[in-house]
Protein backbone atom coordinates (compact mmCIF):
# COMPACT_ATOMS: atom_id res chain seq x y z
CA UNK A 1 0.00 0.00 0.00
CA UNK A 2 2.85 2.55 0.76
CA UNK A 3 4.07 1.62 -2.58
CA UNK A 4 0.75 2.24 -4.35
CA UNK A 5 0.39 5.76 -2.88
CA UNK A 6 4.20 6.89 -2.96
CA UNK A 7 3.25 6.50 -7.37
CA UNK A 8 0.13 7.74 -7.16
CA UNK A 9 1.27 10.88 -5.36
CA UNK A 10 3.61 11.31 -7.89
CA UNK A 11 1.22 11.14 -10.67
CA UNK A 12 -0.59 13.47 -8.86
CA UNK A 13 2.26 16.28 -9.01
CA UNK A 14 2.80 15.03 -12.61
CA UNK A 15 -1.02 15.99 -13.53
CA UNK A 16 -1.06 19.24 -11.87
CA UNK A 17 2.49 20.35 -13.70
CA UNK A 18 0.38 18.62 -17.25
CA UNK A 19 -2.81 20.89 -16.60
CA UNK A 20 -0.79 23.91 -15.92
CA UNK A 21 1.55 23.35 -19.26
CA UNK A 22 -1.56 22.81 -21.18
CA UNK A 23 -3.21 26.15 -20.06
CA UNK A 24 -0.11 28.31 -20.83
CA UNK A 25 1.97 27.10 -23.89
CA UNK A 26 -1.24 27.07 -26.18
CA UNK A 27 -1.80 31.01 -25.40
CA UNK A 28 2.01 31.27 -26.56
CA UNK A 29 0.90 30.15 -30.03
CA UNK A 30 0.29 33.36 -32.62
CA UNK A 31 -3.48 34.07 -33.49
CA UNK A 32 -6.77 35.05 -31.56
CA UNK A 33 -9.73 32.27 -31.71
CA UNK A 34 -11.79 34.88 -30.96
CA UNK A 35 -10.53 37.34 -33.88
CA UNK A 36 -10.82 33.85 -36.17
CA UNK A 37 -14.35 33.17 -35.17
CA UNK A 38 -15.60 36.66 -35.70
CA UNK A 39 -13.52 36.76 -39.33
CA UNK A 40 -15.70 33.44 -40.42
CA UNK A 41 -19.02 35.06 -39.00
CA UNK A 42 -17.90 37.95 -41.10
CA UNK A 43 -17.44 35.88 -44.37
CA UNK A 44 -20.76 34.20 -43.35
CA UNK A 45 -22.90 37.54 -43.70
CA UNK A 46 -22.53 38.49 -39.70
CA UNK A 47 -23.19 41.52 -38.37
CA UNK A 48 -19.87 42.63 -36.45
CA UNK A 49 -20.05 45.30 -33.89
CA UNK A 50 -18.55 45.92 -30.58
CA UNK A 51 -21.36 44.47 -28.40
CA UNK A 52 -20.70 41.24 -31.09
CA UNK A 53 -17.26 40.71 -30.11
CA UNK A 54 -18.15 41.23 -26.14
CA UNK A 55 -20.90 38.81 -26.72
CA UNK A 56 -18.64 36.13 -28.51
CA UNK A 57 -16.04 36.83 -25.82
CA UNK A 58 -18.23 36.01 -22.98
CA UNK A 59 -19.88 32.92 -24.82
CA UNK A 60 -16.31 31.64 -24.79
CA UNK A 61 -15.05 32.81 -21.86
CA UNK A 62 -12.47 34.49 -23.41
CA UNK A 63 -12.74 37.68 -21.41
CA UNK A 64 -9.14 39.91 -22.34
CA UNK A 65 -9.60 42.05 -19.66
CA UNK A 66 -9.21 38.92 -16.85
CA UNK A 67 -6.14 38.38 -15.08
CA UNK A 68 -4.58 35.30 -16.71
CA UNK A 69 -4.13 33.43 -12.92
CA UNK A 70 -7.75 33.74 -12.73
CA UNK A 71 -9.02 32.42 -16.43
CA UNK A 72 -6.21 29.75 -15.57
CA UNK A 73 -8.20 28.66 -11.98
CA UNK A 74 -11.16 28.97 -13.70
CA UNK A 75 -9.61 26.53 -15.82
CA UNK A 76 -8.57 23.83 -13.62
CA UNK A 77 -12.24 24.08 -11.94
CA UNK A 78 -14.10 23.40 -15.25
CA UNK A 79 -11.59 20.29 -15.45
CA UNK A 80 -13.24 18.53 -12.30
CA UNK A 81 -16.57 19.32 -13.01
CA UNK A 82 -16.95 18.42 -16.23
CA UNK A 83 -16.94 21.82 -17.80
CA UNK A 84 -14.13 21.90 -20.96
CA UNK A 85 -15.54 24.98 -22.44
CA UNK A 86 -17.07 25.45 -26.09
CA UNK A 87 -15.05 24.53 -29.09
CA UNK A 88 -14.53 27.16 -31.80
CA UNK A 89 -14.10 25.10 -34.31
CA UNK A 90 -17.67 22.32 -33.32
CA UNK A 91 -19.24 25.34 -32.08
CA UNK A 92 -21.69 25.07 -30.89
CA UNK A 93 -20.48 21.71 -29.55
CA UNK A 94 -18.74 21.41 -26.09
CA UNK A 95 -15.02 20.36 -25.79
CA UNK A 96 -16.23 17.26 -24.43
CA UNK A 97 -18.23 16.68 -27.06
CA UNK A 98 -16.15 17.07 -29.84
CA UNK A 99 -13.53 14.77 -28.33
CA UNK A 100 -16.04 12.12 -27.76
CA UNK A 101 -16.30 12.20 -31.75
CA UNK A 102 -12.72 10.87 -32.15
CA UNK A 103 -12.05 9.28 -28.72
CA UNK A 104 -13.69 5.65 -29.02
CA UNK A 105 -12.01 5.49 -32.69
CA UNK A 106 -8.62 6.01 -31.81
CA UNK A 107 -8.75 4.36 -27.77
CA UNK A 108 -9.91 1.21 -30.10
CA UNK A 109 -6.54 1.68 -32.64
CA UNK A 110 -4.28 2.00 -29.93
CA UNK A 111 -5.92 -0.63 -27.74
CA UNK A 112 -5.92 -3.04 -30.35
CA UNK A 113 -2.35 -1.92 -31.89
CA UNK A 114 -1.20 -1.84 -28.07
CA UNK A 115 -2.28 -5.86 -27.10
CA UNK A 116 -1.13 -7.18 -30.61
CA UNK A 117 2.19 -5.58 -30.37
CA UNK A 118 3.52 -6.79 -26.87
CA UNK A 119 1.69 -10.19 -27.86
CA UNK A 120 4.12 -9.79 -31.16
CA UNK A 121 6.55 -8.34 -29.98
CA UNK A 122 7.00 -10.69 -26.77
CA UNK A 123 6.85 -13.82 -28.66
CA UNK A 124 9.60 -12.80 -31.22
CA UNK A 125 11.72 -11.93 -28.61
CA UNK A 126 11.65 -14.88 -26.61
CA UNK A 127 12.37 -17.26 -29.74
CA UNK A 128 15.21 -15.01 -31.20
CA UNK A 129 16.87 -14.71 -27.86
CA UNK A 130 16.60 -18.90 -27.07
CA UNK A 131 18.01 -19.28 -30.28
CA UNK A 132 19.93 -16.25 -30.62
CA UNK A 133 22.76 -16.66 -33.10
CA UNK A 134 20.94 -18.25 -35.85
CA UNK A 135 18.99 -17.59 -39.04
CA UNK A 136 16.22 -16.80 -37.40
CA UNK A 137 17.46 -14.15 -34.93
CA UNK A 138 19.82 -12.49 -37.64
CA UNK A 139 16.38 -12.24 -39.75
CA UNK A 140 13.69 -11.36 -37.14
CA UNK A 141 15.87 -8.60 -35.35
CA UNK A 142 17.75 -7.22 -38.61
CA UNK A 143 13.62 -6.73 -40.48
CA UNK A 144 12.50 -5.41 -37.18
CA UNK A 145 14.91 -2.58 -37.03
CA UNK A 146 15.12 -2.00 -40.29
CA UNK A 147 11.05 -1.21 -40.51
CA UNK A 148 10.70 0.55 -36.91
CA UNK A 149 13.24 2.56 -38.33
CA UNK A 150 10.97 3.94 -41.45
CA UNK A 151 8.88 6.65 -40.24
CA UNK A 152 5.11 6.09 -39.72
CA UNK A 153 3.41 8.60 -42.15
CA UNK A 154 6.02 6.54 -44.90
CA UNK A 155 4.89 2.97 -43.65
CA UNK A 156 1.19 4.38 -43.89
CA UNK A 157 1.96 5.89 -47.74
CA UNK A 158 3.61 2.35 -48.64
CA UNK A 159 0.25 0.34 -46.88
CA UNK A 160 -2.08 3.05 -48.65
CA UNK A 161 -0.58 2.32 -52.25
CA UNK A 162 0.33 -1.15 -52.16
CA UNK A 163 -2.34 -2.52 -50.50
CA UNK A 164 -5.20 -0.04 -50.50
CA UNK A 165 -5.35 1.39 -54.08
CA UNK A 166 -5.66 -2.20 -55.11
CA UNK A 167 -8.60 -2.75 -53.91
CA UNK A 168 -8.18 -5.44 -51.56
CA UNK A 169 -8.31 -3.23 -48.51
CA UNK A 170 -10.18 0.18 -47.64
CA UNK A 171 -7.66 3.22 -47.55
CA UNK A 172 -10.15 5.29 -45.58
CA UNK A 173 -12.83 5.68 -42.93
CA UNK A 174 -13.73 3.89 -39.77
CA UNK A 175 -16.63 2.23 -41.77
CA UNK A 176 -18.31 2.23 -45.10
CA UNK A 177 -20.40 5.17 -46.15
CA UNK A 178 -23.74 4.88 -46.27
CA UNK A 179 -23.47 1.37 -45.08
CA UNK A 180 -26.76 -0.32 -43.01
CA UNK A 181 -25.46 -3.23 -41.62
CA UNK A 182 -28.32 -6.41 -40.90
CA UNK A 183 -27.13 -6.78 -38.01
CA UNK A 184 -24.40 -6.17 -35.60
CA UNK A 185 -21.79 -8.76 -35.68
CA UNK A 186 -21.80 -7.27 -39.50
CA UNK A 187 -21.32 -3.87 -38.21
CA UNK A 188 -18.10 -5.27 -36.14
CA UNK A 189 -16.99 -7.08 -39.26
CA UNK A 190 -16.69 -3.89 -41.38
CA UNK A 191 -14.95 -1.98 -38.57
CA UNK A 192 -12.43 -4.47 -38.04
CA UNK A 193 -11.97 -4.31 -41.99
CA UNK A 194 -11.22 -0.75 -42.23
CA UNK A 195 -8.44 -0.89 -38.96
CA UNK A 196 -6.37 -3.54 -40.40
CA UNK A 197 -3.78 -1.19 -42.27
CA UNK A 198 -3.87 1.30 -39.91
CA UNK A 199 -3.32 -1.06 -37.10
CA UNK A 200 -0.96 -3.08 -39.29
CA UNK A 201 0.84 0.38 -39.58
CA UNK A 202 1.31 1.03 -36.02
CA UNK A 203 2.37 -2.64 -35.69
CA UNK A 204 4.93 -2.38 -38.32
CA UNK A 205 6.40 0.94 -36.34
CA UNK A 206 6.38 -0.69 -33.31
CA UNK A 207 8.46 -3.61 -34.17
CA UNK A 208 11.86 -2.32 -32.41
CA UNK A 209 10.13 -3.42 -29.30
CA UNK A 210 11.70 -7.13 -30.31
CA UNK A 211 15.15 -5.85 -29.81
CA UNK A 212 14.17 -4.67 -25.95
CA UNK A 213 12.43 -8.25 -25.16
CA UNK A 214 15.30 -10.13 -26.92
CA UNK A 215 18.32 -8.25 -24.75
CA UNK A 216 15.99 -8.91 -21.83
CA UNK A 217 16.02 -12.46 -22.20
CA UNK A 218 19.75 -13.07 -23.53
CA UNK A 219 20.34 -11.50 -19.85
CA UNK A 220 18.06 -13.62 -18.14
CA UNK A 221 19.57 -16.63 -19.77
CA UNK A 222 22.55 -15.38 -18.56
CA UNK A 223 21.66 -15.31 -14.45
CA UNK A 224 23.11 -18.61 -12.27
CA UNK A 225 19.39 -19.71 -11.71
CA UNK A 226 18.53 -20.71 -15.38
CA UNK A 227 22.30 -23.07 -14.87
CA UNK A 228 21.26 -24.34 -11.92
CA UNK A 229 17.61 -25.02 -13.92
CA UNK A 230 19.53 -26.64 -16.64
CA UNK A 231 21.72 -28.76 -14.50
CA UNK A 232 19.02 -30.11 -12.38
CA UNK A 233 16.99 -31.19 -15.63
CA UNK A 234 14.44 -28.91 -15.65
CA UNK A 235 12.83 -29.17 -19.11
CA UNK A 236 13.55 -26.77 -21.71
CA UNK A 237 9.95 -25.16 -22.30
CA UNK A 238 9.81 -24.64 -18.35
CA UNK A 239 12.93 -22.45 -18.54
CA UNK A 240 12.20 -20.33 -21.48
CA UNK A 241 8.64 -19.24 -20.52
CA UNK A 242 8.50 -20.15 -16.56
CA UNK A 243 11.49 -18.99 -15.78
CA UNK A 244 13.27 -16.56 -18.43
CA UNK A 245 10.11 -15.07 -19.97
CA UNK A 246 8.55 -14.38 -16.64
CA UNK A 247 11.27 -12.08 -15.51
CA UNK A 248 12.41 -11.00 -18.70
CA UNK A 249 8.55 -9.69 -19.13
CA UNK A 250 9.17 -7.15 -16.40
CA UNK A 251 10.87 -4.02 -17.68
CA UNK A 252 8.59 -4.87 -21.12
CA UNK A 253 5.72 -4.19 -18.74
CA UNK A 254 7.13 -1.11 -17.61
CA UNK A 255 7.63 0.05 -21.44
CA UNK A 256 4.24 -1.07 -22.34
CA UNK A 257 3.16 2.18 -20.78
CA UNK A 258 5.73 4.53 -21.67
CA UNK A 259 4.47 2.94 -25.29
CA UNK A 260 1.15 4.72 -24.99
CA UNK A 261 2.69 8.00 -25.32
CA UNK A 262 4.48 6.87 -28.79
CA UNK A 263 1.39 5.20 -29.77
CA UNK A 264 -1.18 8.06 -29.41
CA UNK A 265 1.00 10.46 -31.11
CA UNK A 266 1.90 7.88 -34.12
CA UNK A 267 -1.78 7.83 -34.56
CA UNK A 268 -2.58 10.93 -34.78
CA UNK A 269 -0.65 11.25 -38.08
CA UNK A 270 -2.07 7.59 -39.01
CA UNK A 271 -5.44 8.48 -39.12
CA UNK A 272 -4.73 11.53 -41.41
CA UNK A 273 -3.62 9.54 -44.01
CA UNK A 274 -6.43 6.76 -43.92
CA UNK A 275 -8.85 9.50 -42.99
CA UNK A 276 -9.80 7.61 -40.22
CA UNK A 277 -12.18 9.69 -38.04
CA UNK A 278 -9.68 9.89 -34.73
CA UNK A 279 -8.43 12.20 -32.47
CA UNK A 280 -6.24 12.67 -35.44
CA UNK A 281 -8.62 14.85 -37.39
CA UNK A 282 -10.00 16.65 -34.30
CA UNK A 283 -7.01 17.51 -33.16
CA UNK A 284 -5.75 19.14 -36.51
CA UNK A 285 -9.04 21.22 -36.89
CA UNK A 286 -8.30 22.71 -33.67
CA UNK A 287 -4.51 23.67 -34.45
CA UNK A 288 -5.50 24.99 -37.73
CA UNK A 289 -8.60 27.03 -36.13
CA UNK A 290 -6.84 27.82 -33.13
CA UNK A 291 -9.38 26.20 -30.90
CA UNK A 292 -8.04 26.84 -27.38
CA UNK A 293 -10.46 24.93 -25.42
CA UNK A 294 -10.62 22.14 -27.76
CA UNK A 295 -6.27 21.82 -27.55
CA UNK A 296 -6.36 21.74 -23.94
CA UNK A 297 -9.11 19.13 -24.00
CA UNK A 298 -7.22 17.09 -26.44
CA UNK A 299 -3.81 17.17 -24.52
CA UNK A 300 -5.34 16.93 -21.36
CA UNK A 301 -7.22 13.65 -22.93
CA UNK A 302 -3.89 12.41 -23.81
CA UNK A 303 -2.12 13.31 -21.09
CA UNK A 304 -4.76 11.47 -18.71
CA UNK A 305 -4.20 8.39 -20.55
CA UNK A 306 -0.59 8.08 -20.35
CA UNK A 307 -0.55 8.62 -16.67
CA UNK A 308 -3.00 6.40 -16.09
CA UNK A 309 -1.21 3.83 -18.30
CA UNK A 310 1.68 4.34 -16.28
CA UNK A 311 0.52 4.23 -12.86
CA UNK A 312 -1.64 0.79 -13.75
CA UNK A 313 1.88 -0.51 -15.22
CA UNK A 314 3.17 0.13 -11.50
CA UNK A 315 0.60 -1.40 -10.34
CA UNK A 316 0.98 -4.81 -12.67
CA UNK A 317 4.67 -4.85 -11.30
CA UNK A 318 3.95 -5.07 -8.12
CA UNK A 319 2.31 -7.81 -8.15
CA UNK A 320 4.62 -9.52 -10.72
CA UNK A 321 7.97 -8.71 -8.81
CA UNK A 322 8.11 -9.93 -5.72
CA UNK A 323 10.95 -7.82 -4.85
CA UNK A 324 8.90 -5.02 -4.60
CA UNK A 325 6.08 -6.49 -2.55
CA UNK A 326 8.78 -6.98 0.25
CA UNK A 327 10.00 -3.32 0.40
CA UNK A 328 9.32 -1.88 3.58
Same mark, same amino acid.
Given at each position: ??? $????? *??? $??????? $???NFFLPRFMPGDPVQMFIGDLYQSGGKIDEATIRAVEEMF &?? /???EPLIVTYFKYVGGIFTGDWGLSFKYY? %??????? *??????????? &????VLGFIINS???ILVAWRRGGKMDTGVTVTSQILANIPAVVTALILSLSLGH????? #????????????? %????IKDVIY?????? *????????? &??????? /?MINQ? &???? $??? +????? @?? %??????GYSARNALLPVVTSLAMQVGFLLGGSLIIEQVFNYP??? #? @?????? /? +???????QGILLMSTTLMLTANFLADIAILFLDPRIRRQK
Open positions: MKY $ILKRL *SFY $IVAFVAA $ITL &GY /NTDP %QTVTDAI *SRGLGWTLFLM &GTSLLLGTGLLP #TGYAVTPLYFPAT %QWDYHAILPV *SCILITGLG &GVMGMRA /NL &GEDY $ITM +GIAKG @VP %QHKIMIGLG #T @VMVNAI /N +GRDYPLM
